[in-house]
């Protein structure tokens, strides 16, 4: 074999654009806890009905539910403490179970604050808070961006909260539950200048919950590399990232380019649109794949790209 993931993961680069994404988060970082909980507030109510999420399965809630309980119970100072000791990523105990929480569990805590918030159950970001210039720019950057690009900065607000213990198991791992689709998923796939048998199976198998499908079509020592994220390698990573992250996610591939190498491996790069189910149709990331399948056809690396904007479809030319 000529390849190492190494190599595998510069497959195509000269096709791409950097993102917006990790200079607005490290704008993002930059801002003191108070400013960080205000712009998120600013960022998720402000910005019009597209990025606001559907309301999330009971199922998921219930795996939050003590920690929201013991927030209603606090003062509102305390509760304004609590969020800022997630912001700032305190180790406390609550803090602490907080990360410990999977994404999407995250996502749904967050979720339930913010309507907790607007009830005026959890205390508010404060009437007379004044946005101070740093908010300003990082809200004005994010107004910048498309409306996938402005959910996956929040997503990582998000995600990076809390205090994530290094030893502690995930609980991701055992009762992730089921995420309910809001859109079905695409059945008959077309893309345009891809007849591959493995890729196109790898995206029949995503859009139909069928991680084990899935992941069969990968080498033992294969690699899924996430949007700016280091690689995760190995069929059982691979498969316990799927199960917590790539549930209900609706693979829309449009076009794409295959060449196959001396060696008879091949490497493909495919552009399209994925949709989550927090915000199904109201928002499509722009999304690239790059694969590199070896001489029988296993995927030994995929990449999945947030693309910097639809112009990088236009890179897409057979070279
Ligand atoms: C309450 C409020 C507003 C104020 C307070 O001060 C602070 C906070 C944090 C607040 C609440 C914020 C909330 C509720 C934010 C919610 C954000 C949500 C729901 C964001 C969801 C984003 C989802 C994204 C970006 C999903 C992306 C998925 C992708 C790109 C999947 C890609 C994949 C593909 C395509 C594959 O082929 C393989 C698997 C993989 C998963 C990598």
Known sequence: MTYTLE??????????IPSPIPATIALFDQLNVDDK??????????????ITPAAVGAARLQLAESLLNQV???????????MRDLASRANTPLSRSYGFFSVNTKLAFWYELGELMKQGV?????????MTPG???VLAAIQQLDPGEQITVLRTAVVDMGFEDAVAPSSAEADEPMFPRTEPAPTKLTVEGITDSTVLNYFA????????????????????????????????AIAKYMRSEAQGLNLMP???????????????KITGVVQTPWFGVNVGMNIGW??????????????????????????????
Do not use: H
Request: avoid cysteine.
């Open 254 to 268: 449009q076009q794409g380019i295959a060449e196959t190498l001396p060696d008879g491996s091949k490497q493909l």
């Open 37 to 50: 909980l205000a712009l998120l507030w600013y960022a998720y109510t402000e910005m019009g009905r597209t």
């Open 122 to 130: 959890v205390a508010p970001i404060p009437p007379d808070y004044q």
């Open 72 to 82: 209603k119970q606090m003062s509102s100072t305390g509760q304004t403490q609590f």
């Open 135 to 137: 908010v300003k720019a």
């Open 205 to 236: 198998a995503l859009n139909a919950d069928d991680f084990e499908a899935a992941l069969a079509l990968f080498t033992p020592d294969g690699a899924l590399q996430p949007p700016f994220q280091k690689p995760i390698v190995g069929p059982e």
């Open 290 to 319: 790059r694969f590199l399948l070896n001489p029988q056809g296993k995927i030994f690396f995929v990449a999945i790209d947030m693309l910097a904007s639809p112009q990088e479809l236009l890179n897409l030319r057979p070279r």
């Open 7 to 16: 190599s595998a993961q510069n497959i195509f680069t000269d096709t791409q």
